[in-house]
């Protein structure tokens, strides 16, 4: 019976109104879309209104559902080949659940966390110079990134964390690489970016385009960005 942390808006029904094109609806929404979800799978973004319009996605691959935000409108658009109104959307409000900045001895266990994410750097869990952190025993699910440990400060911060046992996915349809690669769509589960002795254990990964990913962000810590100094990545499931 964990705590569920979800900011999604939530809407459904006769709020859709039919466009020229087949299989075309929109909807007025007032605050910008980042991210956007049917009865909780993620729903594919196009680069831009006309590739909706044409069912184009990224780099011209056929996609036949997905939506674009129009910001100028203030619109909603999604193609759907059956009527969206049969469907529950959910749209992130919040960007992270849990922002560690700067902080030390953090221990974040057990919480059910979803719909977050209203840029590119949304997370479930994100800590930024951040030591003695355990990220253990959650489940994430309908973000941009899962989990995101990060590192820009002195050599005393960023320092041992453990990330174990978290269930961390972003549902969605099977999509083509070529029309998510170096999109919206190419969301990572855990993006290690600390300083030193991160371990990444026991955790399962599923439905992201990447998995476990680990780095380096601090300046001078390495000449490759690549590269991080003392991680453990063992016993995932992905």
């Known amino acids: 019976d964990a705590a569920i942390l979800d900011s999604a808006d939530r809407f459904s029904g006769n709020i859709w109104k039919a466009d020229a094109k087949p299989n075309v609806w929109s909807t007025s929404m ?19 209104r006309k590739g909706l ?26 193609r759907s080949v059956d009527d969206p109104a049969n469907f ?5 409000r919040l960007n992270r659940a849990f922002n560690i900045v700067g902080r030390d001895w953090i221990w974040i266990e057990g ?20 030591s003695h952190i355990v990220i253990r025993n959650n489940e994430i699910r309908n973000a941009q990134l899962g989990i ?18 978290n269930d961390v996915s972003d549902p969605k349809d099977e999509w083509p690489w070529d029309a998510v690669k170096s999109t919206r769509m190419e969301g990572t589960a855990i993006l290690v970016r600390g300083h030193v002795g991160t371990i990444v254990r026991d955790n399962i990964v599923h439905d ?7 780095g380096s962000s601090g300046a001078g ?3 490759y960005a690549e590269v991080a100094y003392d991680v453990d990545v063992y016993h995932n499931y992905i």
Request: with cysteine; aromatic share 18%.
């Open 30 to 48: 007032n605050a910008p879309v980042s991210y956007l979800a049917r009865d909780g799978m993620r729903y594919y973004q196009y680069d831009d």
């Open 53 to 78: 319009m044409d069912s184009v996605g990224h780099e011209g691959v056929r996609m036949d559902e997905g939506w674009y935000y129009d910001s100028g409108a203030k619109k909603l658009y999604v």
């Open 88 to 92: 529950t959307w959910q749209v992130p």
């Open 111 to 130: 919480f059910g966390i979803q719909f977050y994410s209203t840029s590119t750097n949304g997370c479930g869990i994100c800590a930024l110079n951040a």
């Open 148 to 165: 995101y440990t990060e590192w820009t400060g002195s050599a005393e911060q960023g320092n041992d964390t453990r990330i174990e046992g």
């Open 208 to 214: 992201f385009f990447n998995g476990i990913f680990t």
């Open 221 to 223: 810590i390495s000449e």
